[in-house]
């Protein structure tokens, strides 16, 4: 059983007295140890579904249908049992706040975009990375405060000691993003969601946080949900990545598979807008219009959301390109766990 199952999970977002679908209906798993990319165009829905797994998600948004399974060793009322050889199932959708809280930045950790507004301004960063530790069952400060020093020792920082007693404005932008992820590492959690961490930074900064990463992957056994709208990122650090587009996966499977035998338009199109060295001095490659507004999609007819903007339905007859605007594609296994949404998978792969 894989350490997350997702299945069938919408959220929607509350305008006005309606209620509008933001996530459609996906399914995916992540596998305990393995890093898995979510990718797409911003306004995709990725963001949403990752602060889905640990109920983060903002007032106004909820989920409206699926399951979600943790495997893990947690009982239902949100304990880790100690001593037990085997993995307990929890749905994480049943459970209450108290028991979501035992496993928020224990189990189950997250990593947000901006570490600045993540990060409180008053409170020293040492402080910060304890507290994660007092709050699930370290009440020895000392301890506490040693494991601190330990893993900004890891991440990398020359003088642990300094930016232990630092406060988050004396460090730059690429410092707080390695104490967030301190933060959600320090209790070597399960599942790690890492939304969009290195997107700002410097390439050489952003080098480092990947490599913090694969490192809490490597040496902690941390599973890793890397999100990103950077497909030249994804490739380098995740071994499996789905492909998110309109609140829809319309394709996923092993990073490697995807790139060089991509079955969806819109991945292809994703694939084709990385620079490339051999294309210096030639216009990128890009995917005409843009994601619809969630508004849109509901006044859409039932068909693919990609259908106004994919290339393979101008070169496809009547009857194919009926068929796309009509129902959504049903999901086809092209093997080894490639699997794409897409009535004309091979115009697209031609």
């Given at each position: 059983?894989?350490?997350?199952?997702?299945r069938?999970?919408s959220?929607?977002?509350?305008?006005n007295d309606t209620m509008?679908?933001?996530?459609?209906?996906?399914?995916?798993?992540?596998?305990?140890?393995?890093?898995?990319?979510?990718a797409?165009?911003?306004?995709?829905?990725?963001?949403?579904?990752?602060?889905?797994?640990?109920?983060?998600?903002?007032?106004?948004?909820?989920i409206?249908?699926?399951?979600?399974?943790?495997?893990a060793?947690i009982?239902?009322?949100?304990?880790?049992?100690?001593?037990?050889t085997?993995?307990?199932p929890v749905?994480?959708?049943?459970?209450?706040?108290?028991?979501?809280c035992?496993?928020?930045?224990?189990?189950?950790?997250?990593?947000?975009?901006?570490?600045?507004?993540?990060?409180?301004?008053?409170?020293?960063?040492?402080?910060?990375i304890?507290?994660?530790l007092?709050l699930?069952?370290?009440?020895d400060?000392?301890?506490?405060?040693?494991?601190?020093?330990?893993?900004?020792?890891?991440?990398?920082f020359?003088?642990?000691?300094?930016?232990?007693?630092?406060?988050?404005?004396?460090?730059?932008?690429?410092m707080?993003?390695?104490?967030?992820?301190?933060?959600?590492?320090?209790?070597?959690?399960?599942?790690?969601?890492?939304?969009e961490?290195?997107?700002?930074?410097?390439?050489?900064?952003?080098?480092?946080?990947?490599?913090?990463?694969?490192?809490?992957?490597?040496?902690?056994?941390?599973?890793?949900?890397?999100?990103?709208?950077d497909?030249?990122?994804?490739?380098?650090?995740?071994?499996?990545?789905?492909?998110?587009?309109?609140?829809?996966?319309?394709e996923?499977?092993?990073?490697?598979?995807?790139?060089?035998?991509?079955?969806?338009?819109?991945?292809?199109?994703?694939?084709?807008?990385?620079?490339?060295?051999?294309?210096?001095?030639?216009?990128?490659?890009?995917?005409?219009?843009r994601v619809?507004?969630?508004?849109?999609?509901?006044?859409?007819?039932?068909?693919?959301?990609?259908a106004p903007?994919?290339?393979?339905?101008?070169?496809?007859?009547?009857?194919?390109?009926?068929?796309?605007?009509?129902?959504?594609?049903?999901?086809?296994d092209?093997g080894?766990g490639?699997?794409?949404?897409?009535?004309?998978?091979?115009?697209?792969?031609g």
């Amino acid at each position: 059983m894989a350490l997350l199952e997702i299945r069938n999970l919408s959220i929607a977002i509350k305008q006005n007295d309606t209620m509008l679908t933001a996530v459609n209906g996906i399914s995916f798993n992540i596998e305990a140890g393995e890093i898995v990319g979510l990718a797409g165009e911003s306004g995709c829905g990725k963001t949403l579904t990752a602060l889905s797994i640990p109920h983060l998600l903002p007032e106004a948004v909820e989920i409206t249908g699926g399951r979600m399974t943790f495997n893990a060793d947690i009982s239902p009322n949100g304990n880790t049992q100690s001593g037990k050889t085997g993995n307990s199932p929890v749905e994480i959708l049943s459970l209450d706040e108290e028991a979501l809280c035992r496993i928020r930045g224990k189990d189950i950790s997250m990593i947000f975009q901006e570490p600045r507004q993540s990060l409180n301004p008053l409170i020293r960063i040492g402080a910060q990375i304890a507290e994660t530790l007092e709050l699930h069952g370290i009440n020895d400060k000392k301890e506490a405060k040693a494991a601190a020093l330990d893993m900004l020792e890891k991440l990398g920082f020359a003088d642990p000691t300094k930016i232990y007693h630092a406060y988050p404005h004396q460090l730059s932008g690429g410092m707080c993003q390695r104490v967030m992820i301190g933060i959600a590492a320090i209790c070597r959690p399960k599942l790690l969601i890492a939304d969009e961490p290195a997107t700002a930074l410097d390439t050489a900064i952003q080098d480092q946080i990947l490599e913090l990463l694969a490192h809490i992957n490597r040496d902690f056994g941390a599973a890793i949900l890397f999100i990103s709208h950077d497909l030249s990122v994804v490739r380098r650090f995740c071994t499996r990545f789905l492909v998110m587009y309109a609140g829809r996966i319309v394709e996923q499977g092993p990073a490697e598979l995807l790139f060089t035998s991509p079955a969806h338009p819109y991945t292809r199109g994703l694939i084709g807008a990385i620079p490339r060295r051999e294309q210096r001095g030639r216009a990128l490659a890009n995917i005409p219009g843009r994601v619809p507004s969630i508004e849109s999609i509901e006044d859409q007819l039932p068909g693919c959301p990609f259908a106004p903007r994919c290339p393979a339905i101008r070169c496809a007859d009547s009857q194919a390109r009926n068929c796309c605007l009509t129902a959504f594609p049903p999901e086809t296994d092209l093997g080894k766990g490639h699997l794409a949404r897409c009535f004309m998978i091979g115009a697209a792969n031609g």
